[in-house]
């Protein structure tokens, strides 16, 4: 039985498509994405996490002679996605429901595995991954964009991490973990990937509107809570590691600071 998040929900998720299509920011990690990914438009990719379809719809373009599967455990979102497909066209891109951890493909024939935006909210990040690895070919390649968390420098980070983990875990459930980019390169080796290459990928802001940053509405509640937090250290550090403590009253969200994204690819060599 699968577990219900927000991305079970038709109208959320016909929301989330709506406003990713809006999101400059993410529309500009996943361009910079496909630059390293180098595609000769033959390949065989799976999604990982491929929600309404916004990252195949991006690279179909490249993939005229490939093939595209996009997996994904919500039916709410797949459905968006199909309905993409049937406006716009695909015929080699398909949809499966299914779970990162247990993949509904067969071992050692895909040449790519990407999952973008996806992969803090699996269950099981190192089980997904090992899954990933089985479906690719030797020499395949796998390649993950994530927003990462600061690393774990102190005792101070941590509980900033925590306080973080915790605002968006009211939305998302127990599962949400964004992990600093030493862990996500520490996972894919962990599930066999070898090469492994991270390209941090910073973004920050002025003033900008919460709806314009990536799950701005959290970040600015996160910031919120921060605020409130009995420790000054805890306060200062979360306006130096992320965003600026907003003021009490403001007409309209807004968000200073900064945020990273982590775009880390691996090899699946021979075994
Ligand atoms: C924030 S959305 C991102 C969707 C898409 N990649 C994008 O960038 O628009 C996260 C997606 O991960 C999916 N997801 C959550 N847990 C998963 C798992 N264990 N395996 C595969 N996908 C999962 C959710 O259903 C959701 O569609």
């Given at each position: 039985m699968s577990r219900r998040t927000p991305f079970h929900d038709h109208n959320h998720a016909r929301d989330f498509?709506?406003?990713?299509?809006?999101?400059?920011?993410?529309?500009?990690?996943?361009?910079?994405?496909?630059?390293?990914?180098?595609?000769?438009?033959?390949?065989?990719?799976?999604?990982?996490?491929?929600?309404?379809?916004?990252?195949?719809?991006a690279l179909l373009p490249d993939l005229p002679r490939g093939v595209l599967v996009g997996v994904d455990p919500?039916?709410?979102m797949l459905h968006v996605a199909g309905e993409h497909k049937t406006e716009e066209g695909g015929?080699?891109?398909?949809?499966?429901?299914?779970?990162?951890?247990?993949?509904?493909?067969?071992t050692g024939t895909l040449d790519l595995v990407v999952?973008?935006?996806?992969l803090h909210h699996f269950k099981r990040k190192g089980a997904a991954l090992k899954e990933a690895r089985r479906v690719l070919r030797t020499g395949g390649k796998i390649m993950i964009l994530d927003p990462v968390v600061r690393e774990?420098?102190?005792a101070v980070e941590t509980e900033v991490t925590q306080l973080v983990q915790n605002v968006f875990r009211r939305t998302h459930g127990p599962e949400f973990c964004m992990l600093p980019l030493s862990e996500l390169r520490q996972i894919l080796f962990m599930a066999g990937f070898v090469e492994i290459t991270t390209?941090?990928?910073?973004?920050?802001?002025?003033?900008?509107?919460?709806?314009k940053v990536p799950m701005g509405k959290h970040w600015y509640e996160a910031a919120q809570t921060a605020g409130a937090h009995r420790s000054a250290e805890v306060r200062a550090r979360f306006a130096q590691s992320y965003f600026q403590i907003p003021p009490e009253e403001e007409p309209?969200?807004?968000?200073?600071?900064?945020?990273?994204?982590?775009?880390v690819s691996g090899c699946k060599g021979g075994d």
């Open positions: 498509d709506r406003r990713m299509g809006q999101s400059n920011s993410r529309t500009a990690l996943i361009e910079e994405m496909i630059r390293h990914l180098k595609l000769r438009g033959t390949e065989k990719v799976l999604d990982m996490g491929a929600g309404t379809g916004r990252v195949a719809r919500a039916p709410a015929r080699n891109f398909f949809l499966v429901c299914g779970r990162g951890e247990n993949l509904p493909l067969k999952s973008v935006f996806s774990p420098s102190d390209w941090p990928q910073p973004l920050v802001f002025y003033g900008d509107s919460a709806d309209e969200p807004t968000l200073t600071g900064s945020l990273t994204f982590g775009l």
